[in-house]
T-cell receptor, first 117, second 117 residues
């Protein structure tokens, strides 16, 4: 298994749909992240989880609902999205800084390309 | 808040030649990490090189090297002997090790590198 896997790779949904993005990491990390990558904008941090607890919510609208059932899995539940939410959603993982040696970097998945019609 | 700026939206280089990508950042912290990530068409962000701010020596990884100027808050990436596989988006990123949990990276807007055969 590759380090960080995301499913689905592509998702098209209407504004009234409910869907979920899934992320799984096989690196033994205990911190997981959601980033949003829109065209012509820098990557935006959305959420951070450390040991299943949410430690960062970067003023993300409530139509995005994260879930972290364990340190290896992270979900992003989507409902009543807007067309401007169309973007590449990247999941990443890392060691938590409080748990010893940490190189400071994130390990990314390949992203889920979301299109909201 | 930290900010990262990449002033070159796109750079073109001839195969086997050298290209340098610019990055500047703004921070009031004295200890931090800097990174260059590569994002090829497959979309997965891959770490190219890492620099710890307390280290004066510039990091190198095979054909990739950085010019870290701490006082100027500048962190450029040099790609030597460019290969077709180097064509990608390159992102400069900043991370502070002072934060208690996780690695919250702040990214620049990216530079697209085109390699001409």
């Amino acid at each position: 298994e590759t380090g960080v896997t995301q499913t689905p790779r592509h998702l098209v949904m209407g504004m009234t749909n409910k869907k979920s993005l899934k992320c799984e990491q096989h690196l033994g990390h205990n911190a997981m992240y959601w980033y949003k990558q829109s065209a012509k904008k820098p990557l935006e941090l959305m959420f951070v989880y450390n040991f299943k607890e949410q430690t960062e919510n970067n003023s993300v609208p409530s139509r995005f609902s994260p879930e972290c059932p364990n340190s290896s899995h992270l979900f992003l539940h989507l409902h009543t999205l807007q067309p401007e939410d169309s973007a590449l959603y990247l999941c990443a993982s890392s060691q938590d800084r409080r748990q010893g040696w940490n190189t400071g970097e994130l390990f990314f998945g390949e992203g889920s390309r979301l299109t909201v019609l | 808040a930290q900010t990262v700026t990449q002033s070159q939206p796109e750079m073109s280089v001839q195969e086997a030649e050298t290209v340098t990508l610019s990055c500047t950042y703004d921070t009031s912290e004295s200890d931090y990490y800097l990174f260059w990530y590569k994002q090829p068409p497959s979309r997965q962000m891959i770490l190219v090189i890492r620099q710890e701010a307390y280290k004066q020596q510039n990091a190198t990884e095979n054909r990739f090297s950085v010019n870290f100027q701490k006082a100027a808050k500048s962190f450029s990436l040099k790609i030597s002997d460019s290969q077709l596989g180097d064509a990608a988006m390159y992102f400069c990123a900043y991370s502070s090790p002072l934060k208690a949990a996780g690695n919250k990276l702040t990214f620049g807007g990216g530079t697209r590198v085109l390699v001409k055969p």
